[in-house]
């Protein structure tokens, strides 16, 4: 029953369309990379103002994954261990933390990233042999904002995320009955 059901499912569809896929993708304004990238870039510290910020869609109130931290959240980000002081620091970031809640942060932080699983369809079914191909885009960025006027800037990410990965389990189902085996054999000792 269950060949002819998967038999009949082959026949209407392609394989192709019965692999499972995921999607991670974060709201916002911007459908890619190089949007977010541009927008930030138009960010000038000490001339861009939270209205300007507003206008790019940096705005925390209207435009989601916007959020606003505090000098006490950044201290782990800029010093994450003790071999990196204060005075290692940036300028505008030592005074930001220097005025404790003077200032505001904005912590941008999206993505948009598509997994696509691919090859055999029932050795991937039967987990003896899985592929999957990711793609997309990730974009941080981070803002410091004092008396309405943005003082640092700076942004990481991934434009072009493209990976293969590839779980190969030589028993398929049955790889999993060797953990099952030494912890039934574990407990008897």
Request: aromatic content about 10%; glycine content about 6%; some cysteine.
């Amino acid at each position: 029953m269950l060949l002819a059901v998967l038999g009949a499912m082959l026949l209407t569809s392609g394989c192709k369309s019965l692999f499972p896929s995921s999607s991670n993708t974060v709201a916002s304004r911007w459908q890619s990379y190089s949007n977010v990238a541009s927008a930030f870039n138009q960010i000038t510290p000490y001339e861009t103002d939270v209205q300007d910020l507003k206008a790019l869609g940096f705005d925390p109130a209207v435009s989601a994954n916007v959020r606003i931290m505090t000098y006490v959240e950044l201290l782990p980000i800029f010093m994450p261990n003790s071999g990196i002081q204060k005075k290692d620091l940036p300028g505008p970031v030592r005074d930001f933390i220097d005025a404790h809640e003077g200032g505001k942060a904005y912590a941008i932080d999206l993505q948009n990233v598509q997994s696509r699983r691919y090859g055999h369809l029932l050795l991937d079914i039967f987990d003896f042999k899985r592929k999957t191909h990711t793609t997309g885009w990730k974009f941080r960025g981070l803002i410091l904002i004092e008396n309405d006027t943005v003082v640092y800037k700076l942004c990481s990410g991934e434009p072009d995320i493209s990976t293969y990965e590839k779980h190969v389990r030589p028993l398929g189902p049955l790889q999993e009955l060797d953990s099952v085996f030494f912890h039934v054999v574990g407990s008897i000792h």
